[in-house]
């Protein structure tokens, strides 16, 4: 157990609408970083959040936006879904300090667009 | 462009016996490996790392090599148990300039079995 959760689980959406997903970090983590998992992929970077600022983003459009709020929670929102949004959201959280951090990870969100 | 591959979708070992994951990079500013272990309906959870200083690293059962002139490292559980069955992942990331926290770069993949 990492002490990441995310909510929901489970997703449903059609195809245009928006969708908020919540990360709730590690506790002493500073910074939250979200990723997106299509079915048979590895896990694609979206985004990193520390003292909630964007602090990197990775080849994902402008609809995909995020927050980090002062108790570290965090949300993902994206905009005008498209059918290939549907994957498994991943949140980790992890404490930058030292040269390098290790990612804990939150068990996802699945969301289907349809 | 797919800058870490796992080459294997997937490896069926016996139990008691070696399991080798393998993994191949292209790009040579990646200079921090990790493997990542995921159950199904779980996150990704982290199993051991090795930065590109080192050619090896230990953690019991676990040991990653790294050969950075070949751009490869490999995982090897020994002995391998049941319970390792997952899914395993190689990642990497970059630090140079030290903006890289967080953004890993992870492979496909590969589906570990382990047989009684």
Not at chain 1, 39 to 66: A, M
Not at chain 1, 92 to 106: R, T
Not at chain 2, 55 to 65: A, I, L, P, S, Y
Request: glycine share 8%; net charge neutral; charged share 15%.
């Amino acid at each position: 157990e990492t002490g990441v959760t995310q909510s929901p689980t489970h997703l449903i959406k059609t195809r245009g609408q928006q969708v908020t997903l919540r990360c709730s970090s590690q506790s002493g983590h500073n910074t939250v970083s979200w990723y997106q998992q299509a079915l048979g992929q590895g896990p694609q970077f979206i985004f990193q959040y520390y003292r909630e600022e964007e602090n990197g983003r990775g080849n994902f459009p402008p609809r995909f936006s995020g927050l980090q709020f002062p108790n570290y929670s965090s949300e993902l929102n994206v905009n005008a879904l498209e059918l290939d949004d549907s994957a498994l959201y991943l949140c980790a959280s992890s404490l930058k300090e030292g040269w390098n951090e290790k990612l804990f990870f939150g068990s996802g969100t699945q969301l289907s667009v349809l | 462009d797919q800058q870490v591959k796992q080459n294997s979708p997937s490896l069926s070992v016996q139990e008691g016996r070696i399991s080798i994951l393998n993994c191949d990079y292209t790009n040579s500013m990646f200079d921090y490996f990790l493997w990542y272990k995921k159950y199904p309906a779980e996150g990704p959870t982290f199993l051991i790392s090795i930065s590109s200083i080192k050619d090896k690293n230990e953690d019991g059962r676990f040991t990653v090599f790294l050969n950075k002139s070949a751009k490869h490292l490999s995982l090897h559980i020994v002995p391998s148990q049941p319970g390792d069955s997952a899914v395993y992942f190689c990642a990497a990331s970059s630090n140079a300039g030290g903006t890289s926290y967080g953004k890993l770069t992870f492979g496909q993949g590969t589906i570990l079995t382990v047989h009684p």
